[in-house]
């Protein structure tokens, strides 16, 4: 089992695969993209078999695959199928930006990976175009829609972006959470875009975005949610679906953060508002890796800060990195 310093256990992993993306949205990085990473100096499909395993045996329970775009990475599914045979591990879930899923929802459903976060930041075309700068918005409402359909657990990632998206807000409630069993959980806007923006607040944090809903919506009802969760949960009366709302720029949710990061790269990230407390690339590829793994994984975890603010106040120049970047 990994216990923190703050006796937290950590016993979630989000594993990025690749930092590449086939869109590009505003809120994640300059137009012209970002410096993606060399190939060699991604982890293997080995490497990110043999550190899964490896912080199994050591107590993770969860792996979240992400990017960049996960099936951006051509190999993605002979890792899956591969991690499915780690038996104390209780679930593999992807996050993706679902222009590239649709080949994959038959192996997937069959391989029993039946949680899928999807990024999406709008709900009409126009707004998704912009946000995006690519015109994908058809691809992804016919694989959300297929996801749903075939009975995936589908969370929808919509980021709130001031005087881009707001309009889209009500009417994504309405068109999905209303008649289908999704949750479409809001995120505060965070500063992670490549260094194209900089702020020290937002607009929309969490208290704006439930006013906002709750003066659409007079029926709201809290839900329990599990301690770990990120997100603030509600339901409305009558809808399938409910909605949460994610402070991830106010960061409420840090005393109970079960997380940790590894990069496309072997960059190992205890809070998404740290700098990386190791590289495992290397030592992957050396000798006695195992041990050396371990021992790395365990220095991290028992040197994590207490909370996002502690953790940026040690920290320098993260917010010129890119989510792509970071690992979702």
Same mark, same amino acid.
């Given at each position: 089992?990994?216990?923190?310093?703050?006796?937290?256990?950590?016993?979630?992993?989000?594993?990025?695969?690749?930092?590449?993306?086939?869109?590009?949205?505003?809120?994640?990085?300059?137009?012209?993209?970002?410096?993606?990473?060399?190939?060699?100096?991604?982890?293997?499909?080995?490497?990110?078999?043999?550190?899964?395993?490896?912080?199994?045996?050591?107590?993770?329970?969860?792996?979240?695959?992400?990017?960049?775009?996960?099936?951006?990475?051509?190999?993605?599914?002979?890792?899956?199928?591969?991690? *499915?045979?780690?038996?104390?591990?209780?679930?593999?879930? %992807?996050?993706? =930006?679902?222009?590239? @899923?649709?080949?994959? /929802?038959? #192996?997937?459903?069959?391989?029993?990976?039946?949680?899928?976060?999807?990024?999406?930041?709008?709900?009409?075309?126009?707004?998704?175009?912009?946000?995006?700068?690519?015109?994908?918005?058809?691809?992804?409402?016919?694989?959300?829609?297929?996801?749903?359909?075939?009975?995936?657990?589908?969370?929808?990632?919509?980021?709130?972006?001031?005087?881009?998206?707001?309009?889209?807000?009500?009417?994504?409630?309405?068109?999905?959470?209303?008649?289908?069993?999704?949750?479409?959980?809001?995120?505060?806007?965070?500063?992670?875009?490549?260094?194209?923006?900089?702020?020290?607040?937002? *607009?929309?944090?969490?208290?704006?975005?439930?006013?906002? %809903?709750?003066? =659409?919506?007079?029926? @709201?009802?809290?839900? /329990?949610? #599990?301690?770990?969760?990120?997100?603030?949960?509600?339901?409305?009366?009558?809808?399938?679906?409910?909605?949460?709302?994610?402070?991830?720029?106010?960061?409420?949710?840090?005393?109970?953060?079960?997380?940790?990061?590894?990069?496309?790269?072997?960059?190992?990230?205890?809070?998404?508002?740290?700098?990386?407390?190791?590289?495992?690339?290397?030592?992957?590829?050396?000798?006695?890796?195992?041990?050396?793994?371990?021992?790395?994984?365990?220095?991290?975890?028992?040197?994590?800060?207490?909370?996002?603010?502690?953790?940026?106040?040690?920290?320098?120049?993260?917010?010129?990195?890119?989510?792509?970047?970071?690992?979702?």
């Amino acid at each position: 089992m990994l216990i923190d310093n703050h006796n937290r256990v950590v016993d979630y992993l989000r594993l990025a695969v690749t930092d590449r993306c086939n869109l590009r949205c505003n809120y994640c990085m300059p137009a012209e993209g970002i410096d993606f990473a060399d190939r060699k100096d991604l982890l293997s499909l080995d490497e990110l078999f043999s550190l899964s395993k490896i912080l199994v045996e050591q107590g993770i329970r969860k792996i979240r695959i992400t990017g960049g775009e996960p099936f951006m990475r051509k190999d993605l599914m002979q890792l899956l199928r591969k991690l *499915k045979t780690l038996p104390e591990l209780e679930d593999i879930s %992807i996050t993706t =930006n679902a222009t590239l @899923i649709g080949d994959h /929802i038959e #192996e997937l459903k069959s391989l029993g990976i039946k949680n899928i976060n999807v990024s999406l930041d709008a709900i009409q075309e126009e707004t998704f175009n912009k946000i995006t700068r690519r015109k994908q918005f058809k691809v992804v409402q016919k694989n959300l829609y297929r996801l749903i359909e075939e009975g995936f657990t589908v969370k929808i990632n919509y980021i709130v972006l001031d005087e881009q998206n707001i309009q889209d807000m009500i009417p994504v409630l309405n068109t999905l959470v209303k008649d289908y069993p999704v949750a479409v959980r809001f995120l505060e806007e965070m500063p992670f875009n490549g260094g194209s923006k900089t702020f020290q607040s937002i *607009k929309w944090n969490h208290k704006k975005i439930y006013d906002y %809903i709750s003066e =659409n919506f007079k029926n @709201i009802t809290p839900l /329990i949610s #599990e301690k770990t969760s990120t997100s603030n949960n509600y339901k409305i009366e009558g809808y399938k679906g409910s909605f949460g709302i994610i402070p991830s720029f106010t960061r409420n949710f840090c005393g109970s953060c079960n997380r940790l990061r590894v990069t496309a790269t072997g960059d190992v990230i205890t809070c998404l508002y740290a700098q990386a407390s190791t590289n495992l690339r290397d030592i992957l590829r050396s000798p006695f890796a195992e041990k050396t793994v371990r021992y790395e994984i365990l220095k991290a975890v028992g040197s994590r800060a207490k909370d996002g603010y502690e953790a940026e106040a040690k920290s320098d120049k993260i917010f010129s990195n890119s989510m792509t970047s970071i690992g979702g």
